[in-house]
Nanobody, 124 residues
């Protein structure tokens, strides 16, 4: 089992920045690819960013490319999502997830463990 706890969400004005963290415990963090997903009210959960285990190959949704950066600190068992130039359409609950494949997938069904989510609200 892997436990994941997100933090860092909040209310921010459009154009601002937030940094989300996802602390993990349980099995060896470095053995998992990690992903961030989000779900806005009335919408399906969507992929945001992912990072592989090992060398940390990253992948992003087109909607956040160039604005968001995912990173991981294997010593601290934590994955981060730096979000810059936030837009109102980024408003959602953000979830981190862990997958035992090597590369981060863009589909939620490839992930085995999920956090409870953290709310991000961007005011325009």
């Amino acid at each position: 089992q892997v436990q994941l706890v997100e933090s860092g969400g909040g209310l921010v004005q459009a154009g601002g920045s937030l940094r989300l963290s996802c602390a993990t415990s349980g099995r060896t963090f470095s053995n998992y690819a990690m992903g961030w997903f989000r779900q806005a009210p009335g919408k399906e959960r969507e992929f945001v960013a992912g990072i592989s285990r090992g060398s940390g190959v990253t992948v992003y949704a087109d909607s956040v490319k160039g604005r968001f950066t995912i990173s991981r600190d294997n010593a601290k068992n934590t994955v981060f999502l730096q979000m810059n130039s936030l837009k109102s359409e980024d408003t959602a609950v953000y979830y981190c997830a862990a997958s035992d494949v090597f590369y981060a997938a863009k589909t939620s069904n490839m992930y085995d463990y999920w956090g409870q989510g953290t709310q991000v609200t961007v005011s325009s």
